[in-house]
Nanobody
Framework: QVQLVESGGGLVQAGGSLRLSCAAS????????MGWFRQAPGKEREFVAG????????MYADSVKGRFTISRDNGKNTVYLQMNPLKPEDTAIYYC??????????????????WGQGTQVTVSS
């Protein structure tokens, strides 16, 4: 059973930065495409960023392009999301997810097989 555990969330002022981490265990992390999603109160969960298994391909939502960077360390079974500068509209619970089907990066949440419990990011204005 694959487990994903996010960390690094918190409260930050607008213009600041945070680095989220997602540690994976119990599966073959090297084979999985990984994604970050977020869900703000009263809104649907949305795709934020994704990275292919070998880091050759990345994808970003338009709202975070140029501000967020996704990366992974397969030796540490960890995927990261560097976020800066942060805006109040980035406030949400952030989730990492793993796709085990060798299809590159997908933005569709239903195609991801495993999910973490989420970490709260709050950006004050």
């Amino acid at each position: 059973q694959v487990q994903l555990v996010e960390s690094g969330g918190g409260l930050v002022q607008a213009g600041g930065s945070l680095r989220l981490s997602c540690a994976a265990s119990g599966g073959t992390f090297n084979n999985y495409a990984m994604g970050w999603f977020r869900q703000a109160p009263g809104k649907e969960r949305e795709f934020v960023a994704g990275i292919s298994s070998g880091s050759l391909s990345t994808m970003y939502a338009d709202s975070v392009k140029g501000r967020f960077t996704i990366s992974r360390d397969n030796g540490k079974n960890t995927v990261y999301l560097q976020m800066n500068p942060l805006k109040p509209e980035d406030t949400a619970i952030y989730y990492c997810a793993a796709d085990r089907r060798f299809r590159g990066v997908t933005t569709t949440s239903s195609l991801y097989d495993y999910w973490g419990q989420g970490t709260q990011v709050t950006v004050s204005s």
